[in-house]
């Protein structure tokens, strides 16, 4: 049974830091790109960081330089790093783990709110 789970979610002040963490487990963690995803009320589904499975990295325009994703492969878990946290940063944050080869192997977390007010 494949289980993504988020946590690390939370209420923070504008300019403040998070960090999410998406443990996983029933997949061969090393064989899966790692995407987190974030969606805000009303919007669609936007993707915010991918790492590979040999840990090239990709960032959307809106978070590069203040956001960092990273995976810790012994620990089958990939983390979000968010520091200098905007308002319309706000959304639920969202794991994905696709396989490398077999993109029939897809699998998606529940989900962690994160909300950027003062």
């Known amino acids: 049974q494949v289980q993504l789970v988020e946590s690390g979610g939370g209420l923070v002040q504008p300019g403040g830091s998070l960090r999410l963490s998406c443990a996983a487990s029933g997949i061969n963690f090393g064989l899966y790109a790692m995407t987190w995803y974030r969606q805000a009320p009303g919007k669609q589904r936007e993707l915010v960081a991918s790492?590979?499975?040999?840990?090239?990295?990709n960032y959307a325009d809106s978070v590069k330089g203040r956001f960092t994703i990273s995976r810790d492969n012994a620990k089958n878990t990939v983390y979000l790093q968010m520091s200098s946290l905007k308002p319309e940063d706000t959304a639920v944050y969202y794991c994905n783990a696709l396989h490398f080869y077999n993109k029939d192997y897809d699998y998606w977390g529940q989900g962690t709110q994160v909300t950027v007010s003062s």
């Open positions: 790492i590979s499975s040999s840990g090239r990295t």
